[in-house]
């Protein structure tokens, strides 16, 4: 495979429920991240790892839980969620964190809170 | 504060024209990336062209070009002999290279291209 992939493509969970969205990417990048999109609205960056290591959270609530374990490998842990989390969120991938290096994007996973 | 502001809700083009999706930033920081990214209905964001602040020449990617503006902050997006694949959301948005990746998003304009 090639790029950034994300999985599940589509998930579909009530508010007590606890799942995982999946992120990786194939690029030998450095840096990912992870975004909302909710209908209407910008993308929201939420979180920004560099090496493994947390260095943006964008006042994002704790039912929200990432997780790098390693550079190609990026998760969102989530866990009693709101319906107006509703949302694509998509995972993205750079060389490094600096401003001039673009970002690719995996194809998103679809959330619906029920 | 930055901001990066898309006027155009919508845009209709006939195949084979040319287009031009309007795209104004707002920051005071002298250093900066301006983006254009695609957003086809299957949900994945593609790059598409790239401007720095500093350089000189409109940045140019195939069919696309960026006419970059720099005293009126603009960053406008020319597609050049639309096609019907090219029906999607177009983003512009904004980095500033000392915020570290920080990508700063516009509200999108959904371009459709008619036969």
């Known amino acids: 495979e090639t790029g950034v992939t994300q999985t599940p493509r589509h998930l579909v969970m009530g508010m007590t429920n606890k799942k995982s969205l999946k992120c990786e990417q194939h690029?030998?990048?450095?840096?990912m991240y992870w975004y909302k999109q909710s209908a209407k609205k910008p993308l929201e960056l939420m979180f920004v790892?560099?090496?493994?290591?947390?260095?943006e959270n964008n006042s994002v609530p704790s039912r929200f839980s990432p997780e790098c374990p390693n550079s190609s490998h990026l998760f969102l842990h989530l866990h009693t969620l709101q319906p107006e989390d509703s949302a694509l969120y998509l995972c993205?991938?750079?060389?490094?964190?600096?401003?001039?290096?673009?970002?690719?994007f995996g194809p998103g996973t679809r959330l619906t809170v029920l | 504060a930055q901001k990066i502001t898309q006027t155009q809700p919508g845009m209709f083009v006939q195949e084979k024209e040319a287009v031009t999706l309007d795209c104004t930033y707002d920051?005071?920081?002298?250093?900066?990336?301006l983006f254009w990214y695609k957003q086809p209905s299957s949900g994945e964001m593609i790059f598409l062209i790239y401007?720095?602040?500093?350089?000189?020449q409109n940045a140019t990617e195939g069919r696309y070009s960026l006419n970059f503006q720099k005293a009126r902050k603009s960053a406008n997006l020319v597609i050049s002999a639309s096609q019907l694949g090219d029906s999607a959301m177009y983003f512009c948005?904004?980095?500033?290279?000392?915020?570290?990746?920080?990508?700063?998003f516009g509200q999108g304009t959904e371009l459709s291209v008619k036969p």
């Open positions: 993205a991938s750079s060389l490094a964190i600096s401003g001039t290096n673009e970002q690719f």
């Open positions: 690029l030998g990048h450095n840096a």
């Open positions: 790892y560099s090496l493994e290591e947390r260095v």
């Open positions: 920051t005071s920081d002298p250093s900066y990336g």
């Open positions: 401007q720095g602040s500093y350089d000189q």
């Open positions: 948005a904004m980095v500033l290279y000392n915020q570290g990746g920080k990508l700063i």
